[in-house]
């Protein structure tokens, strides 16, 4: 890159900011600004490998925090109960992990510390914020400070014991959350400055290496560098130094890159500049929806949701628009597109599958971040160039196959219908509708990465109904025939619907007709969707309440509700609007005794008894149901349930619980927001006109930033859980519904409430 697009970044990204010098233990932001509200501590004792974040930027490359466990992808990372730190790590990404580091003190000898360096800690002397945490390594007597910008990770210890000598351990090879670390190495290119590389291995999610490179500046001289025998490194520094800072900038492309992000990001030594821009650039995203209400706990709540929801997913490429391509034989390295600025046009990245987008990210982000939408749609679409296939969740620039069917065609889908920039929709088109062919990515089960068969969709094409069980055998996770008919009718409903846009009239006939095939796993019999294998015979015994009996992370129950494309037919299936409704209604009220989930963990959700739940919030398959009542001629229950799911689901404030310990990178921190808001989209807002469904606002003001600069106001008025009367700029609205394109002009949506249903 030329050194004037170099300068001009420096300039735009790293801009000088004044500030005092104070402790950031003494000197926060004032008490009115957003960041302050949130709760980073929400479900932190079900915290998983990607789940917890401190010292991060939207969607960074680096989420810096301390690990307290490290072992697996879940029961990793930073566990609230476990009062052990075992080091700081930069990435906590899906099946990626790298960069842990360590400040330790010793006496003589330092290479024990290669086999016992962990340190305990205290919450009291803890603070974890938006941008910035401080623990207490009580073991040494340091005070660890963490912050970073979207590519590098900056510390600040302060080694309180002056007798002894200073160190720090870097873990370059062996188990760090989701992955084993190999290859590791580390050389010193000054007294100040290091490089280092380490490798992730495969991991049975993710197939291929994926090596990080970073580059770390010190300002202090390095002394020495010893090594254990299984390559970690101690770095030594001289005896009685009281202060340390350290930037460790990332690339997964090079050393060079690394660099690069580095002097772009973050030239100076100024930690709290760093942490001030940090809560800034989050205060300017959190500050899109401003809510006016007096309890101080829903609303930190609430921006505690909105925090999850612009998070999880993680940055690949560089500031230069490099990024690691891991799609094809070989590894490469890729380039975004640059604009005339010569800045890359979107970033790249990592992430978790999109299954249950459709009823999350679709809307909160379609309505308040246009913007990340679009880069994210990029990036997929960037992966389909690269190696052939829109994925449903990349790793390390690959494809991971996790979940199941076609999640990224409704978010994509969505965007094109809301008028986001998805770039050329013939080739996005087409690129979505290669998912939906025989050999597409529905063909291929979880993590299913050498054969195409797991999927069922053949059986699918063919017989109108994916089989229970797969006669071809088991190949990759989640092959539960009942679940993946009813994901791709959805899907195929969605395409149909961009085919319909493009005026492509035979692929819109050839999808809207398959888009009905739900309706061959719904057995009348029993009034229940059920598997059935590949002679059409129902699955006998069947129980509709068995976890996994046929159904993906669900049971037949739940997942019967899974048609969010045409309730109006599955209610006809069922005998009818009224009797629907009652079936619904009956599965809320023995939700409603476990606060409609399955436990308060990923873990307890799986038990055998506990996931006999009729609805489920703490997963995604059933996250739609409370909506649907309004398709039932109920709107009245719509309000009712969603207003307890606000408060016994997504109220509060602890370690404890939260999320059921399933925020799946942003999507149950989005469908938290918009409930609260009072807003909702069946089919993910893929229709031409992308419709919201209204139901009971939680907050009496709420204003909305939108992404063309309109506002869009809530206002409630009234006591109770019903609506009375709802209106749009001083018009009534009579079904409870209202379009995208109407709330992008702007106005307000006043909500006049009662207390009872009649």
Same mark, same amino acid.
Request: proline share 4%.
């Given at each position: 890159?030329?050194?004037?697009?170099?300068?001009?970044?420096?300039?735009?990204?790293?801009?000088?900011?004044?500030?005092?010098?104070?402790?950031?233990?003494?000197?926060?932001?004032?008490?009115? /600004?957003?960041?302050?509200?949130?709760?980073?501590?929400?479900?932190?004792?079900?915290?998983?490998? *990607?789940?917890f974040? $401190?010292?991060?930027?939207?969607?960074?490359?680096?989420?810096?925090?301390?690990?307290?466990?490290?072992?697996?992808a879940?029961?990793?990372g930073?566990?609230?109960?476990?009062?052990?730190?075992?080091? *700081?790590?930069?990435?906590?990404?899906w099946?990626?992990?790298?960069?842990s580091?360590?400040?330790?003190?010793?006496?003589?000898?330092?290479?024990?510390?290669?086999?016992?360096?962990?340190?305990?800690?205290?919450?009291?002397?803890?603070?974890?914020?938006?941008?910035?945490?401080?623990?207490?390594?009580?073991?040494?007597?340091?005070?660890?400070?963490?912050?970073?910008?979207?590519?590098?990770?900056?510390?600040?210890?302060?080694?309180?014991?002056?007798?002894?000598n200073?160190?720090?351990?870097?873990?370059?090879?062996?188990?760090?959350?989701?992955?084993?670390?190999?290859?590791?190495?580390?050389?010193?290119?000054?007294? !100040?400055?290091?490089?280092?590389?380490?490798?992730?291995?495969?991991?049975?999610?993710?197939?291929?290496?994926?090596?990080?490179?970073?580059?770390a500046?010190?300002?202090?001289?390095?002394?020495?560098?010893?090594?254990?025998?299984?390559?970690?490194?101690?770095?030594?520094?001289?005896?009685?130094? /009281?202060?340390?800072?350290?930037?460790?900038?990332?690339?997964?492309?090079?050393?060079?890159?690394?660099?690069?992000?580095?002097?772009?990001?973050?030239?100076?030594?100024? *930690?709290?500049?760093?942490?001030?821009?940090?809560?800034?650039?989050?205060?300017?995203?959190?500050?899109?929806?401003?809510?006016?209400?007096?309890? $101080?706990?829903?609303?930190?709540?609430?921006?505690?949701?909105?925090?999850?929801?612009?998070?999880?997913?993680?940055?690949i490429?560089?500031?230069?628009?490099?990024?690691?391509?891991?799609?094809?034989?070989?590894?490469?390295?890729?380039q975004?597109?640059?604009?005339?600025?010569?800045?890359?046009?979107?970033?790249?990245?990592n992430?978790?599958?999109?299954?249950?987008?459709?009823?999350?990210?679709?809307?909160?982000?379609?309505?308040?971040?246009?913007?990340?939408?679009?880069?994210?749609?990029?990036?997929?679409?960037?992966?389909?160039?690269?190696?052939?296939?829109?994925?449903?969740?990349?790793?390390?620039?690959?494809?991971? @196959?996790?979940?199941?069917g076609?999640?990224?065609?409704?978010?994509?889908?969505s965007?094109?219908?809301?008028?986001?920039?998805v770039?050329?929709?013939?080739?996005?088109?087409?690129?979505?509708?290669?998912?939906?062919?025989?050999?597409?990515?529905?063909?291929?089960?979880?993590?299913?990465?050498?054969?195409?068969?797991?999927?069922?969709?053949?059986? @699918?094409?063919?017989?109108?109904?994916?089989?229970?069980?797969?006669?071809?055998?088991?190949?990759?996770?989640?092959?539960?025939?009942?679940?993946?008919?009813?994901e791709?009718?959805?899907?195929?409903?969605?395409?149909?619907?961009?085919?319909?846009?493009?005026?492509?009239?035979?692929?819109?006939?050839y999808?809207?007709?398959?888009?009905?095939?739900?309706?061959?796993?719904?057995?009348?019999?029993v009034? %229940?969707?059920?598997?059935?294998?590949?002679?059409?015979?129902?699955?006998?015994?069947?129980?509709?309440?068995?976890?996994?009996?046929?159904?993906?992370?669900?049971?037949?129950?739940?997942?019967? %509700?899974?048609?969010?494309?045409d309730?109006?037919?599955?209610?006809d299936?069922?005998?009818?609007?009224?009797?629907?409704?009652?079936?619904?209604?009956?599965?809320?009220?023995?939700?409603?005794?476990?606060?409609?989930?399955?436990?308060?963990?990923?873990?307890?959700?799986?038990?055998? /008894?506990?996931?006999?739940?009729?609805?489920?919030?703490?997963?995604?398959?059933?996250?739609?149901?409370?909506?649907?009542?309004?398709?039932?001629?109920?709107?009245?229950?719509?309000?009712?349930?969603t207003?307890?799911?606000? /408060?016994?689901?997504?109220?509060?404030l $602890?370690?404890?619980?939260?999320?059921?310990?399933?925020?799946?990178?942003?999507?149950?921190?989005?469908?938290?927001?918009?409930?609260?808001?009072?807003?909702?989209?069946?089919?993910?807002?893929?229709?031409?006109?992308?419709?919201?469904?209204?139901? $009971?606002?939680?907050?009496?003001?709420?204003?909305?930033?939108?992404?063309?600069?309109?506002?869009?106001? *809530?206002?409630?008025s009234?006591?109770g859980? !019903?609506?009375?009367?709802?209106?749009?700029?001083?018009?009534?609205?009579?079904?409870?519904?209202?379009?995208?394109?109407?709330?992008?002009?702007?106005?307000?949506?006043?909500?006049?409430?009662?207390?009872?249903?009649?």
């Amino acid at each position: 890159m030329k050194s004037s697009v170099v300068l001009f970044l420096i300039l735009t990204v790293c801009f000088s900011c004044s500030i005092s010098k104070d402790s950031l233990e003494t000197k926060n932001l004032p008490a009115q /600004e957003l960041v302050d509200k949130v709760y980073p501590l929400l479900d932190s004792e079900n915290s998983r490998w *990607f789940y917890f974040a $401190s010292a991060c930027r939207p969607f960074g490359m680096v989420n810096l925090s301390p690990d307290t466990q490290l072992g697996g992808a879940w029961g990793s990372g930073y566990r609230y109960l476990t009062d052990t730190i075992k080091g *700081f790590s930069h990435i906590h990404a899906w099946q990626m992990s790298g960069v842990s580091v360590m400040p330790i003190q010793y006496d003589k000898n330092p290479v024990k510390h290669f086999e016992d360096y962990y340190s305990s800690f205290d919450h009291d002397h803890e603070i974890a914020e938006v941008g910035y945490h401080k623990v207490i390594l009580e073991r040494y007597d340091i005070k660890a400070e963490l912050s970073s910008t979207a590519r590098v990770g900056f510390h600040r210890y302060t080694f309180n014991n002056h007798e002894n000598n200073s160190g720090l351990i870097f873990k370059l090879n062996g188990l760090l959350g989701p992955c084993k670390l190999k290859h590791g190495s580390l050389e010193l290119i000054d007294n !100040y400055t290091i490089k280092g590389v380490t490798v992730n291995a495969p991991t049975r999610r993710r197939p291929k290496d994926l090596s990080v490179y970073f580059i770390a500046k010190l300002d202090q001289p390095i002394q020495d560098i010893i090594t254990s025998a299984d390559g970690n490194k101690i770095l030594l520094f001289e005896k009685g130094i /009281e202060a340390l800072k350290m930037k460790v900038a990332l690339s997964y492309t090079s050393h060079k890159n690394a660099m690069l992000n580095l002097e772009v990001e973050c030239p100076d030594w100024d *930690f709290e500049t760093v942490v001030s821009q940090s809560k800034q650039e989050w205060n300017d995203l959190l500050g899109r929806i401003k809510i006016s209400d007096t309890d $101080s706990i829903k609303t930190r709540r609430f921006y505690t949701d909105l925090w999850h929801g612009l998070q999880g997913r993680r940055t690949i490429s560089d500031i230069n628009g490099a990024y690691p391509d891991n799609t094809g034989d070989e590894f490469r390295i890729g380039q975004i597109p640059l604009d005339p600025n010569n800045t890359p046009q979107f970033r790249h990245f990592n992430s978790d599958s999109f299954w249950g987008a459709q009823w999350t990210l679709n809307t909160l982000w379609g309505l308040v971040y246009p913007e990340i939408y679009s880069e994210f749609v990029h990036s997929l679409i960037q992966y389909y160039r690269d190696g052939g296939n829109v994925p449903r969740g990349p790793s390390g620039g690959n494809f991971t @196959y996790v979940m199941t069917g076609a999640s990224s065609t409704p978010f994509i889908v969505s965007a094109f219908q809301k008028g986001i920039d998805v770039g050329n929709s013939t080739e996005v088109y087409e690129a979505l509708k290669k998912n939906h062919i025989s050999g597409g990515i529905m063909s291929k089960a979880g993590y299913e990465h050498r054969s195409k068969l797991g999927g069922g969709l053949d059986h @699918y094409i063919e017989k109108g109904y994916v089989p229970y069980p797969i006669p071809e055998g088991k190949f990759g996770f989640h092959q539960d025939g009942a679940s993946l008919t009813l994901e791709y009718a959805y899907q195929d409903w969605t395409l149909a619907q961009m085919a319909k846009a493009l005026d492509i009239q035979t692929d819109y006939d050839y999808f809207i007709e398959r888009s009905k095939n739900y309706t061959n796993v719904f057995d009348a019999a029993v009034g %229940w969707m059920r598997p059935k294998d590949i002679e059409g015979n129902w699955k006998d015994p069947y129980d509709p309440y068995q976890y996994e009996n046929g159904f993906n992370e669900s049971n037949g129950a739940q997942s019967t %509700w899974f048609v969010g494309h045409d309730i109006d037919g599955l209610a006809d299936l069922m005998g009818g609007k009224d009797n629907a409704a009652n079936i619904l209604n009956t599965q809320f009220k023995v939700a409603a005794k476990t606060n409609f989930t399955s436990g308060e963990s990923h873990e307890r959700g799986e038990n055998p /008894e506990l996931a006999r739940v009729p609805i489920n919030y703490g997963n995604q398959p059933s996250i739609q149901t409370a909506f649907i009542f309004n398709y039932l001629d109920r709107p009245d229950l719509t309000q009712y349930w969603t207003s307890e799911i606000n /408060e016994k689901t997504f109220g509060g404030l $602890s370690p404890k619980t939260g999320y059921n310990g399933d925020e799946d990178q942003g999507l149950m921190g989005s469908l938290a927001v918009i409930m609260k808001l009072g807003i909702f989209q069946m089919n993910g807002g893929t229709d031409k006109d992308a419709t919201y469904d209204l139901s $009971s606002p939680l907050f009496n003001k709420v204003t909305i930033t939108l992404g063309n600069g309109n506002k869009l106001k *809530f206002e409630k008025s009234g006591s109770g859980t !019903y609506i009375d009367k709802v209106l749009f700029n001083n018009e009534a609205i009579t079904d409870f519904k209202i379009s995208h394109r109407a709330l992008l002009s702007g106005g307000t949506l006043k909500f006049h409430m009662k207390n009872s249903k009649e």
